[in-house]
């Protein structure tokens, strides 16, 4: 079982930038792909980056490119999410994700684990 959990969250002014960790505990968590999804209220929970196990090739979300980047850190077994240039409508409840698997991919459903959620908050 891989536990994970979110910190960074916050309120903060459009413009602004956030980081929003995922500490992963478990078994082999290391060795699986990672993902950040969004969920803000009265809405679908978006895909917004995610990770191969080994740290390469991520991807994003059209609406976070250039804007946000995913990393990882695998001696600490955590993954990252560095959020520049904030907007109000990335106000949402961020949530980390992992799958026992090389390769991150967009559907949430195709992920095991889930941490429990941090929120970010960008006022105008």
């Known amino acids: 079982q891989v536990r994970l959990v979110e910190s960074g969250g916050g309120l903060v002014q459009a413009g602004s930038s956030l980081r929003l960790s995922c500490a992963a505990s478990?078994?082999?968590?290391?060795?699986?792909?990672m993902a950040w999804f969004r969920q803000a209220p009265g809405k679908e929970r978006d895909f917004v980056a995610g990770?191969?196990?080994?740290?390469?090739?991520?991807v994003y979300a059209d609406f976070v490119k250039d804007r946000f980047t995913i990393s990882r850190d695998n001696v600490k077994n955590t993954v990252y999410l560095q959020m520049n240039s904030l907007k109000p409508n990335d106000t949402a409840e961020y949530y980390c994700a992992s799958r026992p698997f090389a390769m991150a991919t967009i559907q949430d459903n195709l992920y095991d684990f889930w941490g429990q959620g941090t929120q970010v908050t960008v006022s105008s």
């Open positions: 478990g078994p082999s968590s290391s060795r699986y792909a």
């Open positions: 990770i191969n196990r080994s740290g390469s090739t991520p």
